[in-house]
């Protein structure tokens, strides 16, 4: 978006003050000395003449003062004008960059000065249409991989419905009397057959996500009631392992949502902490209004996240190195598609967790459904993007140190929000950072993470203060 024309930021810039010192001393002082000089000779010419002397000498005062203002005036907005021509050009160079960065790369530059900025705009618009190729290209291959996708995923699905059928008929004896042996091979293969189904029908649910033809089907919900239906549902693996689920809610609104697609997130959340839960312990289930959203929040008691795993735990078939995931199996694809549901609304989803101290996932709804659904690439890693977008962030706070201590905390695998905002505050302890500005960069980091960092400080501000009163 154009910047708008800052009346005090052009006389003020620093090229602009620059030129037109330049001009004006040159095109003031050298003046002045030449009148200075006529000054002194016209006055040593009259003061031989006394009795004309008094009268002349105010007229030749205010003639000089005259000329000199004019002068100082004339040279001032010459200056000024000039000094426009250099920035003004600059100025658009760089407003066009802006654009660029924000990914627009339709931007082009129309200089015309016949000059080395005029051959510094034809550079950027090449660069800019060598660009914009690449994201078409880039586009046209996106495209094609989630078509590739769909039709694949496709293809393989009608295969498996009768090798289903024909392998329960088997199984049932059908076809004729099987012994133990055969039974238990048959077992094995339609598990395998379920698990094959399922990633097929998790490999569709994906290319609908990047294709934005996901559906919804929104309607008048009791959001208390969904969340309740699901509980009861999940209750049946939570007793298998002797898990409480605790279920708090606040008042919440009946709003316009897919019941259903809610109830799809919750169910996985819940599945999953059920699945890295210890035996015997708990999962808190909670939901409340927050501004503008619903927000709903999964807590276990399991083996927690590190700052990496966090990062990258909603990338399709990431696993947790060393963790038990191995064991019970699953597509890898639930919470990317989770992180597809809850984006295609506009909603946000993350994790906050630590080695040892079990972990919280967390995702909103707008109170408001978002019709329009975008397409949302989630089959590439968005660890790498989070890691720039962090690093950029460590820079514009820290200036060059930013990135030795960005690199020191990914080592120490310390890049989740909760070692991040630590290590602001630390910051903000020490004085290197002021409070205004570490609340910025706090807020920043929130961002990254799917999180409004201001709105949840004033909303534990607001709540301290209805505590002390």
């Not at 003046?31 to 031989?48: E, H, N, V």
């Not at 426009?84 to 129309?110: D, M, W």
């Not at 495209?143 to 009768?162: C, D, G, V």
Request: charged letters at 30%; a neutral charge; proline letters at 3%.
């Amino acid at each position: 978006m154009k910047q708008p024309f800052d009346l005090k930021k052009f006389f003020f810039g620093r090229i602009n003050v620059k030129l037109t010192l330049i001009f004006l001393l040159v095109g003031l002082v050298a003046p002045a000395i030449g009148i200075w000089y006529f000054y002194l000779i016209a006055s040593s010419f009259l003061s031989q003449n006394p009795e004309i002397f008094m009268q002349q000498q105010m007229l030749l005062n205010g003639t000089a003062l005259i000329i000199i203002i004019l002068i100082a005036v004339n040279t001032t907005l010459l200056g000024l004008i000039i000094s426009r021509s250099f920035t003004k050009p600059i100025q658009e160079l760089h407003e066009a960059t802006q654009e660029l960065e924000k990914g627009n790369f339709t931007v082009r530059t129309n200089i015309k000065t016949n000059d080395e900025l005029t051959q510094l705009s034809d550079a950027f618009n090449r660069s800019a249409l060598a660009l914009s190729k690449m994201d078409e290209e880039r586009q046209q291959l996106d495209n094609a991989k989630t078509e590739f996708l769909s039709i694949t995923s496709h293809e393989l699905r009608t295969p498996i419905t009768p090798l289903k059928a024909q392998l329960q008929m088997l199984q049932q004896e059908y076809f004729g009397k099987i012994n133990e042996k055969q039974k238990e091979s048959l077992d094995v293969i339609l598990r395998n057959t379920e698990r094959l189904n399922k990633i097929i029908e998790d490999f569709l649910e994906i290319s609908r996500i990047e294709a934005a033809r996901l559906k919804f089907a929104f309607r008048k919900t009791d959001l208390q009631e969904t969340v309740k239906e699901t509980v009861k549902f999940m209750e049946g693996f939570a007793k298998e392992k002797n898990i409480t689920l605790v279920v708090t809610t606040g008042e919440l609104p009946n709003i316009e949502v897919d019941p259903d697609r809610i109830s799809q997130v919750l169910r996985n959340l819940v599945h999953n902490a059920i699945k890295f839960s210890p035996s015997d312990s708990s999962i808190e289930i909670h939901t409340e209004i927050k501004k503008d959203h619903v927000r709903f929040s999964v807590k276990d008691q399991g083996v927690g996240l590190k700052s990496d795993d966090q990062i990258r735990v909603f990338e399709p078939f990431y696993q947790v190195e060393g963790a038990l995931s191995r064991k019970f199996g699953g597509t890898g694809l639930g919470l990317t598609i989770c992180r597809g549901i809850i984006e295609a609304q506009k909603g946000k989803i993350w994790v906050e967790s630590k080695p040892g101290c079990g972990s919280t996932f967390y995702f909103t709804v707008p109170l408001t459904p978002v019709h329009e659904i975008e397409p949302i690439k989630v089959l590439f890693s968005p660890k790498t993007e989070i890691e720039k977008k962090l690093r950029d962030q460590f820079i514009d706070a820290l200036g060059p140190m930013g990135v030795v201590e960005f690199n020191e905390l990914r080592n120490k695998h310390a890049l989740s929000k909760a070692d991040l905002f630590e290590y602001i505050t630390s910051l903000e302890d020490q004085s290197i950072l002021r409070q205004k500005h570490a609340d910025e960069f706090k807020r920043n980091i929130g961002k990254i993470f799917g999180e409004d960092y201001q709105k949840e400080e004033n909303e534990r501000i607001d709540e301290g203060m209805r505590k002390e009163l």
